[in-house]
């Protein structure tokens, strides 16, 4: 059973001050890995999807990366509207259109 | 171009009723997924319908049960409502369905079972 897990559950930051949140999975054969970023009371809003390792995609201050066996979403001098909570998910080779997400990190960027 | 827009937004119902709610994905969309999200589990796959067929079903009950038209628009239902079936229902469309596609997600119908 394809399985996704985020760490840390929640992180909180200085604005400006860079991290990392990590994505472990396992799955049967990857067909793609998604990040998503999330608001309060709103749907999963689309950042990057990735398909093998090595490989690496940027948009604004977050890069995300990918391995064999995890994925990094890097966030460079983060601001306060990056607060959210950032989703990860992988797609299957056999499993048409199912995402198996994991349960997310809350990042709060203080000002 | 509008994304995918779901209905009702909110919809407070009690134990034993029946509800049914409303996907219309991105316009040239013709796969659409349903995801049940709480904050204990998060986000789970419920079914998967690619021209009006399911395609997939993730570990649910029957009474949760779906539909998709000719225009791409999807129905879920729920019937004989229990408490922990409060949730946020999210819906998300991707193009072709062929592919490693993109799926992108509506704002979710919230769903309070008293």
């Known amino acids: 059973e394809d399985q996704v897990t985020q760490s840390p559950e929640a992180l909180r930051l200085q604005e400006g001050e860079s991290s990392s949140l990590n994505c472990s999975y396992t799955?049967?054969?990857?067909?793609?890995l998604f990040w998503y970023r999330q608001d309060p009371g709103k749907g999963p809003e689309f950042l990057f999807t990735?398909?093998?390792a090595g490989e690496e995609k940027e948009k604004e201050r977050l890069k995300a990366t990918l391995t064999k066996k995890e994925s990094f979403l890097h966030i460079t001098a983060p601001k306060p509207e990056d607060s959210a909570t950032y989703l990860c998910?992988?797609?299957?080779?056999?499993?048409?259109?199912?995402?198996?997400f994991g349960t997310g990190t809350r990042l709060t960027i203080i000002p | 171009k509008a994304g995918v827009t779901q209905t009702p937004r909110y919809l407070i119902k009690t134990r034993g009723q029946q509800v049914t709610l409303s996907c219309s994905p991105i316009?040239?969309?013709?796969?659409v997924s349903w995801y049940q999200q709480t904050p204990g589990q998060g986000l789970q796959f419920l079914f998967e319908?690619?021209?009006?067929?399911?395609?997939n079903k993730g570990n649910f009950p029957g009474r949760f049960s779906g539909r998709q038209f000719s225009n791409s628009r999807s129905e879920m239902n729920v019937s004989t409502l229990e408490l922990g079936d409060s949730a946020l229902y999210l819906c998300?469309?991707?193009?072709?369905?062929?592919?490693?596609?993109?799926?992108?997600f509506g704002p979710g119908t919230r769903l309070t079972v008293l």
């Open positions: 316009s040239g969309h013709r796969s």
């Open positions: 799955v049967s054969g990857l067909r793609g």
């Open positions: 998300a469309s991707s193009s072709s369905g062929q592919f490693t596609d993109t799926q992108y």
């Open positions: 998910a992988v797609q299957a080779h056999f499993g048409n259109e199912k995402l198996t």
């Open positions: 990735l398909y093998s």
């Open positions: 319908y690619f021209s009006e067929t399911q395609r």
